[in-house]
């Protein structure tokens, strides 16, 4: 008799937290307004304004207008690379339109912070179809796998985004290095 393993599908939405390193250090700090304004326009039309996770579509409920959807920005955190083992690069890999409760899964701690927690453990458990006690305790790991990265400072590689010009970058904005464009990072082990 032979056994079936069955397996998962991957989550539609992973849960995510930050190092704090990493906090405000990210492409709409360094940009300004009208630049990242323009940018978080072109990523909601990929989806014509809605959820890229949930479909779901905002409406502003003063104006009835539709409201564009959060840019999230994800990152890859890699350290070393040939010239540098010591290099920690925080790359920005792809921009996604999320609706508020998406985008508060993937900023756990912050969310936990402004007392949205709940919020984003039941999306995550709705939109994956896991219990309650599923998404807390994934969501619970996320957490814990940053704070192990919080002593880190990353270096900000917004290369994904380098056709905007450096007029654009807010001056003065944080003092930790960026790059804008591509720069050989080699993966390793965190």
């Not at 991957?10 to 390193?21: E, R």
């Not at 508020?100 to 458990?125: F, K, M, Y």
């Not at 309650?132 to 704070?147: H, I, K, L, M, Y």
Request: glycine share 6%.
């Amino acid at each position: 008799m032979t056994s079936r393993i069955l397996l998962q599908p991957p989550p539609l939405l992973g849960p995510y937290a930050i190092p704090q390193g990493a906090w405000g250090n990210n492409a709409r700090t360094r940009l300004t307004g009208k630049a990242w304004d323009a940018i978080r326009r072109q990523v909601a039309a990929t989806t014509g304004a809605r959820c890229a996770v949930c479909q779901h579509q905002e409406i502003d409920c003063r104006t009835g207008k539709t409201r564009l959807p959060h840019c999230h920005e994800e990152w890859t955190f890699t350290r070393g690379t040939e010239d540098n083992p010591e290099h920690l690069a925080q790359t920005l890999t792809r921009l996604v339109p999320l609706c508020g409760p998406c985008h508060s899964t993937q900023h756990l701690r912050n969310s936990t912070r402004q007392g949205r927690w709940d919020i984003a453990v039941e999306q995550l458990a709705r939109v994956n179809g896991w219990t309650t006690g599923e998404a807390t305790a994934r969501a619970e790991d996320a957490v814990r796998a940053s704070v192990e990265l919080d002593h880190l400072v990353w270096n900000l590689d917004l290369s994904l985004i380098g056709c905007v010009r450096m007029s654009e970058v807010t001056a003065g904005a944080d003092p930790r290095p960026q790059v804008f464009n591509p720069a050989p990072i080699l993966p390793a082990s965190l």
